[in-house]
């Protein structure tokens, strides 16, 4: 488990994934447009809990992106989502300084790299309260409502100064 303030990242079971899906309110949720994925990463994931494990707010997962064919090359993608109730109290932002701590302290990989809807400004907030950097849109990348939606990427290098 890795604790911050008010907030930690421990195990996610099966159940609370089905929990957490059951609590969501879906609002970024992408199309399942039912194609076989060309290729397969490794997904791990970590609940997002009250600092105490009591409760579950949410989760986290991150996966590995290519750049070139050396480990070098190689980037954390993350992705997060917090039930409704959780959203809008710096929990957010909590919980990716803990992943990116977490992510450091425990792989070799340098760079950390995550996106959001264009529409989602309280993500954006966090991102940057964080210490992720800005880097430009990408253009139709995520696929829901039967529409192509952009994305705001972010990402934090190992040497980047903390917040």
């Known amino acids: 488990m890795v604790r911050g303030d008010d907030v930690a990242l421990a195990e996610l079971s099966d159940k609370d994934k089905e929990w ?7 609002a970024f949720d992408v ?4 194609r076989d994925m060309p290729f397969t990463t490794p997904v791990h994931r970590l609940a997002v809990t009250t600092e105490s494990g009591e409760e579950l707010l949410g989760e986290v997962n991150w996966h590995p992106v290519k750049y070139g064919p050396s480990y070098g090359c190689v980037a954390w993608n993350f992705g997060r989502n917090l039930l409704p109730q959780s959203r809008g109290k710096g929990i957010g932002t909590e919980v990716l300084r803990l992943l990116v701590r977490h992510l450091f302290d425990t792989t070799d990989v340098d760079r950390i790299e995550g996106g959001t809807d264009t529409t989602n400004v309280r993500a954006q907030r966090s991102m940057e309260k964080a210490g992720f950097t800005r ?15 952009d994305l705001i990427s972010y990402s934090i290098l190992r040497s980047d100064p903390r917040p």
Not at 31 to 34: E, K, W
């Open 31 to 34: 199309d399942r447009d039912g």
């Open 135 to 149: 880097e430009g849109i990408i253009r139709g990348a995520q696929l829901r409502d039967g529409k192509r939606h």
């Open 20 to 26: 957490l899906k059951e609590q969501s309110d879906g």
